[in-house]
């Protein structure tokens, strides 16, 4: 692996935090309660700010605020194409500032900067224009029903949407939430992860010079179990959209069903398989596995957790997948050249920890890693463990760290059975030069998204989100725009048809 060096004194990010309050209707307020909370670097453990603590009086505040912009306000009542221009302009402010929320971001989270900085962020503007893009392109349709009647549909707002994101990719997931949600003319009510709070503060403070109507967006920093229990049970939030953890996802489903009906949308876990045919191009494969497996430091809903290869390549794979892991640079994420930060903090170090004490008490061989990098923050070896067998608990649950599993199959109906047997169904990645076998293997793998000789493609046009326990729904692309709209059937006979 890289040096330590820079491990010994971090690098001082270049940016101060400015905003740490709750953002309602328009105004950065504290919290009813007084209460603050303090977010860490992962890189240290050490506090970066302490932030206004939300919780359901504020998650109140927030809602009727949101409202108010909804029932009163200009928001679902501006033409389309002034909403489309806002959500243009609050882009344009995100790229002129794109370096200085990367660095919050990096800060935050422990991820690369060069990673924030010229992926997500850019992601995150490209993203915005291409939901302003929609704006003015939602329309009903007319209907030739049976008999003298002219039908046609309208496609509504639903109202207040409430949001509730992670803190794997903070401004990336909010930029999922709120690009179709406003597009479509609804008002948000968002809470933040607790861990990742300062990049989405950071925007809120461009949404008037975007010109944003007040109460349209509102940002609660907070707890899940308080602020975000609070949303999901509120009666006066039309509709729920959550990306997190299957378990919590379950909760959500839950309090929506206990309070009012409102309709969710769940972006959840997974355990995707990555399955390596014998006549796959054996370089791309094992770097684009790496990539799928390690990027953002295993925290990732779709990783490519189970590398499923072919027993013919077997031992080529995994000699080169276990070079490459040697040579992944981790170290500082605000040095540049660094491929892997810490992992966000203590609760997630200790899990994937013992989730490799797991991996080799089962019988699997631990290649590489197994353990912290330097002394100091939340830093793992990239780890890679071989003769993994599917009853193994790395090869079941989601362990949402830089672990690489890698089992061995023998033909195609045994690997997409394999591949088909998880709880989980959210992506798969498929590499073999044969159109055939790749053909086969998309129809047969019951998963979201299915990447061929390639993974982790986030285009904002194309959908994404999850077969069985990793969600239902679609974020992006068309299909985006689905969670946000009600469809109102209006009838009227015709006098002279
Ligand atoms: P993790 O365990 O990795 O933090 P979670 O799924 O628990 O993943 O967290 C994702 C988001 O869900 C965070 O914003 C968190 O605060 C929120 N959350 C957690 N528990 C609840 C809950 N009971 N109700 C609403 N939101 C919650």
Not at 39 to 50: N, Q, S
Not at 347 to 362: C, E, H, N, T, W
């Amino acid at each position: 692996y890289s040096t330590a060096a820079a491990l010994e004194e971090p690098i001082k990010p270049t940016v101060n935090v400015d905003h740490t309050k709750l953002f309602i209707n328009g105004q950065f307020v504290d919290s009813a309660s007084g209460k603050t909370f303090p977010t860490l670097d992962p890189r240290t453990g050490e506090v970066i700010a302490h932030i206004a603590e939300g919780d359901a009086e504020d998650i109140n505040r927030a809602v009727a605020a949101a409202r108010k912009a909804f029932d009163e306000g200009p928001w679902p009542r501006m033409t389309a194409y002034e909403r489309s221009k806002i959500l243009l302009r609050l882009a344009d402010l995100i790229e002129k500032h794109n370096d200085q929320i990367a660095t919050l971001e990096t800060w935050d989270t422990g991820k690369p900067y060069a990673q924030a900085a010229k992926i997500e962020v850019p992601m995150v503007v490209r993203l915005l224009r291409y939901y302003a893009g929609w704006a003015d392109k939602i329309h009903g349709m007319t209907i030739p029903a049976d008999g003298p009647y002219h039908v046609q549909t309208l496609h509504e707002p639903i109202g207040v949407a409430g949001q509730i994101i992670p803190w794997n990719f903070p401004l990336l997931m909010f930029s999922w939430k709120i690009g179709p949600a406003l597009a479509c003319g609804n008002t948000i009510v968002l809470k933040t992860a607790e861990q990742t709070p300062l990049s989405a503060l950071y925007v809120a403070n461009l949404l008037q010079e975007a010109g944003l109507p007040e109460g349209v967006l509102n940002i609660i920093s907070g707890f899940g179990a308080t602020a975000g229990a609070s949303l999901c049970s509120h009666m006066d939030v039309d509709k729920l959209a959550f990306t997190g953890s299957t378990e919590t996802g379950k909760t959500i489903l839950e309090l929506a069903a206990k309070s009012n009906l409102k309709p969710v949308t769940l972006e959840l876990g997974g355990k995707s398989p990555f399955i390596v045919y014998e006549d796959a191009d054996i370089d791309t494969a094992v770097e684009q596995a790496h990539f799928a497996l390690f990027f953002n430091q295993g925290q990732c809903c779709c990783a490519g957790s189970r590398t499923y290869v072919h027993e013919k390549v077997y031992d080529e794979f995994l000699e080169k997948a276990k070079a490459r892991a040697l040579k992944r640079v981790v170290g500082d994420p605000f040095k540049s050249g660094t491929e892997q930060g810490p992992q966000i903090d203590s609760k997630q170090f200790d899990k994937i920890m013992k989730y490799i004490r797991s991996g080799v008490d089962s019988g699997a061989t631990l290649e590489t890693g197994g353990e912290q990098f330097g002394k100091k923050g939340y830093y793992i070896k990239p780890t890679v463990f071989s003769n993994v067998k599917d009853d193994m608990l790395i090869a079941q649950d989601e362990i949402f760290g830089p672990v690489q599993s890698i089992l061995k199959f023998k033909d195609l109906d045994e690997v997409v059975r394999r591949a088909n047997s998880s709880r989980y169904g959210l992506a798969a990645g498929v590499f073999s030069q044969n159109i055939d076998t790749a053909n086969t293997l998309a129809r047969a793998l019951r998963v979201g998204t299915v990447w061929i000789n390639c993974f982790d493609t986030f285009d904002a046009t194309i959908p994404f989100g999850g077969y069985k326990m990793s969600g239902q729904g679609r974020e992006k692309g068309e299909y985006g725009l689905r969670n946000y709209l009600q469809v109102k059937a209006v009838v009227t006979p015709l006098k002279n048809p």
